[in-house]
């Protein structure tokens, strides 16, 4: 049996809409993440980026199970001595709403230049409305 490789410019890609309202985090990424990767595709290699793009809606009302809200902790360093910032779950949701879901997101994609270019190709949106009606998204359930 042969091998299907195709090349990254030639893989047909989709655009996909996942509501996030009343779903938990991790669920929505991994999904998210794996119809990037492109693992839901027959021509699925691991180390081409031949995934679809995903559009996110409703991240803002992304759920979280148990006490995460309060005692979840992000920390990111400014680089300076002595500067680990740290912000909790909500905190980091009134501040920025959709950045919760993306480091989710970016946490389960690979490592290094293939996976910053797949994280390109989610778009996340705290509300409702997404500039993205022109492309046909099909609705994607989790």
């Keep these: 049996m042969k091998t299907i490789f ?3 410019q030639e ?3 989709a655009w996909f809409v996942i509501d996030a309202a009343d779903k ?9 993440a794996a119809m ?3 693992k839901h595709k027959v021509t699925y290699a691991p180390h081409q980026d031949t995934g679809d793009y995903v559009v996110i809606i409703n991240a803002e009302k992304a759920a979280v199970t148990g006490t995460k809200a309060q005692d979840k902790i992000y ?3 400014t680089g300076f001595v002595g500067h680990l910032r740290a912000l909790s779950y909500n905190k980091l949701l009134e ?9 989710a997101i970016k946490g389960m994609l690979p490592k290094g230049p293939l996976g910053r270019r797949m994280l390109g190709n989610v778009k996340i949106y705290a509300g409702a409305a997404h500039p993205h ?4 998204p099909q609705v ?3």
């Design 6 to 8: 195709l090349k990254e």
């Design 11 to 13: 893989a047909p890609r």
């Design 24 to 32: 938990p985090v991790g669920r929505v990424a991994a999904k998210a």
């Design 36 to 38: 990037l990767r492109g």
């Design 75 to 77: 920390y990111h360093h």
């Design 95 to 103: 501040r920025h709403p959709t950045d919760p879901l993306m480091l």
């Design 133 to 136: 009606a022109a492309q046909n």
């Design 140 to 142: 994607v359930e989790v």
